[in-house]
Every structure is written in C-alpha cells, then in structure tokens.
C-alpha cells in the first residue's frame, strides 16, 4: 500500500497550521533564523515504525533544505533507544516540526505495533485480522496504511467499496433473506455481499441466501466453532465485536477466516517516540 503523497500534503499543512497559527511565539522570538541545529526521532518502546515518511515531510515542507535521513523504514521493527531518523537543518524549523511529526509517528506506530502484536497472537491459525470503518476522520488512509504496515489486512474502505448487511438494515429491511435478494438484483457483479448474524439461525439464513461474506457478531469462540462447521466452506466466516487480547487466540482456532478489529484504529495507544535536538 502506498499513501497518496498529496493527501499526505494536504493532511499536514492542515496541521501545521492548526498548530502556528500565524506565529510560534516562543520559537521565532527566541531562535535566530540562521542557527542551524541537529535532530533525532528515538525509540522509548519496542514496536514497529510506521509513519516516518509522513513525519519527513513536516520538516521539508516548513523547509525543503531540511536534510533528513530515515533509518527505519515504515513497517521495520525498533527497539528502545534506537534512532528512527536524524535532521540537520534550521533550528526553527525542526522545533516548529517536532509535535506535528510526532504526532503522526507516533500514532501510525501505535496502530502499526497493535497490528502486528495481533497478527503474531493468531499464528498457526487460518484467521486473518483486519481492521475497521473506526477511524478518525482525515485519518482513514494514514490509520489504513499503518494497519497493512503492521502485518494485518483491511476490510473494506469505505460504503461503496463492498455491501454490508449490519442487524439494522436488515431490520429495515424486512430480514436477511429480502435484504441479500434485492441488494444483489441492484448491484454491479463485482460487489460482494455481507451479513451480519447474530446467532446460528440467522447464519443459516444467510447461507441459504448464499452470501458471499458471513459476520459472526459477538458470538463465544464455542459457537464460532459450531458456526465454521456449519459453514462448510460455503462463505468466508469474519468474527467481530469485543475480541479482545485475551480471547483473540480461542477466536483463531474455532476457524474463522477474518477477525475484524476496531481497536486497532480507533483507541490504539500511540507508540512512545521522542525528538532531541541539539
């Protein structure tokens, strides 16, 4: 996955002047222009880095002569203490930079070290994780990004990429069996199905109606399994709602396909990374 650099762009001149403003009161009246310093993003916990173009770019679009050198490439391990990049440049710049570019490392490195410690949990398993629709608005296709740098895949981007048939639609719609055959007389042949179910008769249903994709919402890891078997193939299975680290792995190894996990992007812990210039 590559990110759009003018997304990009435009998501940090946003930033950057959310944050200046029209002035840096305590940088531009206290450091000369000219003073040239020297700095570096380190490490303070073990993860996974994502997001070190994006933080580059702060500091070359404050000033393109800004020299930088990335050490850890996006998706790379890191340990603490390790330096993720170095910048030589304007003073002012890289402390007007500083909380811009760490706020979008640390935040992609977050999402990216969950991601992988999840992925690393269901191994030996068939399961997949993915992430979620919850993300924070702007954020989607950095949060996305971070997601597939940590080792994890993602569900579908937004509301036209696929259709998804969650309990209230249903509802509204007169049941899974009426939703799933006037969706697919509507829709291109390229877009596939999905449905919610919330126990094993409405998998059923779903699996006479022949959807493509079959969300087991918060169902126990003993009914899961009981659902992969009556499954038999005949859809991909995807587990959801309140998995947690503890019971990620029993979710694995009932057999499902997909575990979607809206933690990863929407209450992630940002990764510890801290800026030293001198």
């Not at 531009?28 to 303070?44: C, H, N, S, T, V």
């Not at 399961?127 to 993602?154: E, F, H, S, W």
């Not at 006037?182 to 449905?195: A, D, N, P, Q």
């Amino acid at each position: 996955m590559i990110l759009n650099k003018f997304y990009v762009e435009n998501l940090i001149r946003t930033a950057l002047t959310e944050d200046i403003n029209y002035v840096d009161v305590t940088t531009d009246y206290l450091i000369p222009a000219d003073q040239q310093g020297e700095g570096r993003l380190m490490a303070k916990a073990d993860g996974i880095v994502c997001g070190t173009e994006a933080a580059a770019r702060v500091f070359t679009m404050l000033d393109a002569d800004t020299q930088i050198e990335i050490l850890k490439k996006d998706g790379e391990p890191v340990t603490y203490g390790e330096d993720i990049m170095r910048l030589h440049g304007k003073t002012a710049v890289l402390l007007k930079g500083e909380r811009t570019a760490l706020n979008l490392i640390q935040h992609m490195s977050g999402i990216a070290t969950a991601a992988n410690r999840y992925t690393k949990i269901v191994e030996g398993t068939k399961a997949v994780i993915a992430d979620t629709r919850k993300t924070l608005p702007g954020l989607r296709p950095l949060q996305k990004y971070a997601v597939m740098c940590g080792g994890a895949k993602n569900h579908r981007y937004n509301l036209s990429d696929a259709a998804m048939l969650k309990d209230n639609h249903i509802d509204a719609a007169g049941g899974i069996t009426e939703a799933v055959n006037l969706l697919r007389s509507r829709v291109g042949h390229m877009t596939k199905i999905e449905v919610e179910t919330r126990n094993l008769e409405e998998l059923q249903e779903a699996l006479a109606v022949k959807a493509d994709v079959i969300m087991l919402d918060n169902m126990s890891p003993e009914l899961m399994k009981q659902a992969v078997e009556l499954t038999a193939g005949r859809a991909i299975l995807e587990a959801s709602g309140g998995i947690t680290d503890e019971t990620l792995r029993a979710v694995a190894e009932s057999g499902v396909d997909i575990i979607s996990v809206g933690a990863l992007t929407h209450s992630v812990k940002a990764f510890d990374i801290s800026m030293y210039i001198q």
